[in-house]
């Protein structure tokens, strides 16, 4: 009884180890992505092709580009509805905004600030 009692603890407590902090993680974005609108909204260039590894791996701290992110669970993409969801360039919100703001929290303005990176149109959003 005891030796089955304290089997049934030691797997209790792998489980615990190895299974918890996965299901209280972020999940993983893929390494390259494709940027695109959210529904709703007409982009007028090509969809972006974005290394998300190569900048996870460069800016460490998620919260640079993800603003709203805690610290765990999901990281919401900007154009999540409730994010960067609206249309038009002015309104803080627009999507492209989120993208092309003068702010070093966003693609442009980052680029511009640390001076490296695609800095003009075609760069990011090349002919079809």
Known sequence: ??????????VAALVCAFALPNLSAATK???DMVLKAPDGIKMKKTPVAFPHGKHEAMLKDCKV???????????????????HDKDGKKDQMA??????????????????????????????????
């Open 65 to 83: 580009c993800h603003h709203t992110f805690e610290g765990s669970g999901d990281v919401k993409g900007c154009s999540a509805a409730g994010c």
């Open 1 to 10: 009884m005891k030796k089955t009692f304290l089997i049934g603890l030691v």
């Open 29 to 31: 974005a893929p390494a």
């Open 95 to 128: 999507y492209y905004k989120a993208f092309h703001g003068k702010d070093t929290k966003t693609c442009v303005g980052c680029h511009k600030a640390e001076k490296k990176g695609p800095k003009s149109c075609k760069e990011c959003h090349p002919k079809k």
